[in-house]
């Protein structure tokens, strides 16, 4: 921390009455260092962040602090005010104001220190010293962790060495596979007041996540001050900082073998699933900084109650992260996973406004002019046409979201610009859904290349703004434009060509493969490149015949799993357990809105069963549907769209057909051994109501 904080960067008699003039007196005092470049556009960068949450800290603290591309390296000032400023604490005044400026793209090592810092700030002897210490250089040298000359009485004031910093930031709370999480009171005997909810022999544990929007000093504050206060009250708690100096995921033995989590976060949680089926808090990080004994009360109370949460189904892919060690084939399928899935809200709401357009209006709608041009408010044609028009622009954005997305599943957020460009040019050049593939995968590729070269530490400020977006669109706009584009472009318009040829034998087949795509995994992977497949073809104003069969054939066979575990569980109840029961009358609501994830809690329990029947029906509905010659011009909407359906009582003989035949599967393999735990009797009603609830996560015994 030696070059981050000197006795320039102190001010031991701040005279500011407000928290933006102790910014500015700060701030100033690093702009005449030269750490500063913009002075009010580094002070507008500060009012921003704490306009997103104030700074202010019980104890008499006060932290403003961003990340900003005016700021030319990493660094504190520190001021000690004699009346107080006004942070927004709950307590009162600060009178120890720490005002800390990050470039935008600091690396990993100074964001460490600085976290360090954060975490000091709850040490009661650390803040203690510096209330007391005389002169300017005392104070940085102590802040800086060096021994200081006595002064003051600040003789025995804790200073914090730059390696006991990075110890303390990355230890017992970023521990990684294998990392042990620390002990506290009672941590060997299992006595006191840890033991209650906890298996006998054992205190209570706790994990517990933070972060916060610039990830520099709230989140390792809360962090300190959870595992303080878990000290305190016999608690063994570990936490996984998901802040600004590294993302380390809690080993998952250390997960399944807590009691409870507490998420202390004002930014999402990345890879919230892993924590599912525990006692949990959720609430904001300051939370946990100002009152983090009654955030550990209330989650145990929670655990004795038996109060537990559910795995989350919104989480993306670049949310549930990667595992360490992960294959390059897994970390492709995550990638283009990401892109998919932020896809698909784009492809629900573009093609149903499509497909509402054609509904009220025609299938000639889509020559209407422009509602711009011409619009009456009480024809309805205008109506058909605007939204078929919204839907149109709506869909225009999907190659270039899918690229997007997929370089932000391999870069984070500098992926993001090139991405985007390259998904426009894949449009601009006809390269479509495979161009935009291509697009995505050259655009995380070209900024991982980029992050990978060392940059003098003048020019950090400005690489993620600058930088990055400038090198890498240039980059990848080549490459498409001029080396990739064109066969990417043919390779594209012989596939759709292709399509476009199928018949007979060949256009059942494909309907069965496809069939089975959408059932094996239940809206994981192999379901969503299926279903990304069906509605690339869909996605231009005026599709071809073949893309709308196979759309047809997707959605009909999406909707079978959900709707036969219903079914099954309506004509035989007794093979299901209780939780199953129940799962199958929201099942039916699920499977007629082609919802395929309805299904998951029947295949998580009896997967070898659930998912080879599943997938039968599918290959069934889908074959029946392209035979049938059905077609569909909505991506989603499962029963609800079938007036835009053609040929829909054979589209519906279809999906019945499929559902029928994974029924009368799964009946027929449950039926081969004994009734699930919890199941009721042949000829009784439901199952003791006091059964677990369990066995809709628990494999099923053959």
Not at 12 to 25: F, G, N, Q
Not at 45 to 68: F, K, N
Not at 204 to 209: D, K, L
Not at 477 to 493: D, E, N, R, T
Request: hydrophobic share 50%; proline share 6%.
């Amino acid at each position: 921390m030696s070059d981050m904080i000197t006795a320039d960067l102190v001010d031991l008699d701040l005279s500011a009455d407000t928290k933006e003039a102790a910014a500015r007196a700060l701030a100033e005092r690093m702009a005449a260092q030269g750490r500063v470049t913009d002075l009010e556009g580094f002070l507008a960068d500060v009012a921003a962040r704490e306009a997103q949450m104030p700074t202010g800290l019980d104890g008499g603290i006060g932290i403003p602090h961003c990340r900003s591309e005016h700021v030319t390296e990493p660094t504190l000032a520190f001021g000690r005010s004699a009346l107080g400023i006004d942070f927004g604490a709950a307590d009162g005044p600060a009178d120890l104001i720490f005002l800390i400026a990050a470039p935008a793209g600091a690396d990993d090592a100074h964001l460490t220190i600085l976290s360090a810092l954060a975490r000091q700030l709850m040490n009661a002897e650390f803040t203690a010293a510096l209330r007391s210490v005389g002169d300017a250089g005392a104070a940085a040298a102590l802040i800086r962790g060096d021994e200081p000359a006595a002064s003051d009485g600040a003789e025995d004031s804790v200073a914090v060495s730059a390696a006991a910093s990075a110890e303390t930031a990355t230890g017992s709370t970023d521990e990684g596979p294998g990392g042990e999480p620390d002990e506290g009171p009672g941590g060997e005997s299992g006595e006191g007041p840890g033991e209650d909810a906890a298996e006998p022999g054992r205190p209570f544990h706790i994990v517990a996540v933070t972060s916060c929007p610039t990830g520099i000093a709230h989140t390792y504050m809360a962090a300190e001050s959870l595992e303080n206060a878990g000290r305190e009250a016999g608690v063994e708690i570990t936490v996984e900082t998901q802040g600004s100096a590294g993302f380390t995921r809690l080993d998952p033995a250390v997960i399944a073998a807590a009691d409870g989590v507490i998420f202390a976060h004002d930014v999402p949680v990345r890879d919230k699933d892993r924590f599912a089926g525990k006692a949990t808090v959720d609430t904001g990080v300051k939370a946990a900084i100002n009152r983090p004994g009654e955030l550990i009360t209330e989650v145990r109370g929670k655990a004795a109650r038996g109060e537990t949460t559910s795995a989350s189904p919104g989480a993306t892919p670049v949310e549930r992260g990667g595992e360490p060690g992960e294959g390059y084939g897994t970390k492709l399928r995550t990638w283009l996973m990401s892109g998919v899935s932020y896809m698909v809200p784009f492809v629900a709401a573009g093609g149903l406004l499509i497909a509402l357009g054609f509904a009220i209006g025609g299938y000639e709608i889509n020559k209407a002019p422009s509602v711009m041009d011409h619009f009456v408010w009480t024809q309805a044609d205008s109506w058909a046409a605007l939204l078929f028009q919204i839907g149109g622009v709506a869909f225009g954005f999907l190659v270039p979201v899918l690229a997007g997305y997929i370089a932000y599943g391999m870069a984070d957020r500098p992926g993001l610009v090139p991405g985007f460009v390259g998904g426009s040019i894949a449009l601009t050049i006809d390269a479509g859904f495979l161009g935009g593939l291509a697009a995505g995968l050259i655009s995380g590729a070209v900024v991982m290349a980029i992050q990978r070269v060392r940059i003098p530490a003048a020019l950090r400020g400005i690489m993620p703004m600058v930088v990055i977006p400038l090198i890498s669109s240039a980059v990848v706009g080549f490459l498409m434009f001029v080396v990739i584009g064109k066969p990417i472009a043919s390779a594209q318009k012989a596939m759709t060509d292709w399509l476009s040829g199928l018949s007979g034998a060949n256009a059942v087949l494909l309907g069965a493969l496809l069939g089975l795509m959408m059932c094996a995994d239940l809206g994981g992977p192999v379901n969503k490149v299926a279903y990304a497949f069906a509605t690339a073809g869909i996605a231009v104003s005026d599709p071809s015949d073949s893309a709308m069969k196979i759309m047809a054939a997707v959605m009909a066979a999406g909707m079978v799993p959900p709707l036969a575990m219903a079914l099954a569980t309506t004509v035989r109840g007794r093979l299901f357990n209780a939780a199953e029961r129940e799962n199958g009358k929201a099942a039916w609501v699920l499977g007629a809105s082609f919802i395929s994830e309805g299904a998951i809690p029947f295949a998580a329990a009896d997967p070898l069963r659930v998912i080879p029947a599943s997938m039968a029906g599918g290959a069934l509905t889908g074959a029946l549907s392209m035979a049938f010659g059905a077609t569909l011009r909505a991506p989603h909407g499962g029963v609800f769209v079938v007036p835009l359906i053609g040929n829909p009582l054979l589209y519906l003989v279809a999906v019945a057909a499929g559902v029928c035949v994974t029924t009368a599967l799964v009946i027929v393999l449950k039926g081969l051994r004994k009734p699930a735990p919890g199941a009721a009797a042949p000829g009784t009603g439901d199952a003791d109501p006091s059964a677990s609830t369990a066995g809709t996560k628990q494999p099923v015994a053959a």
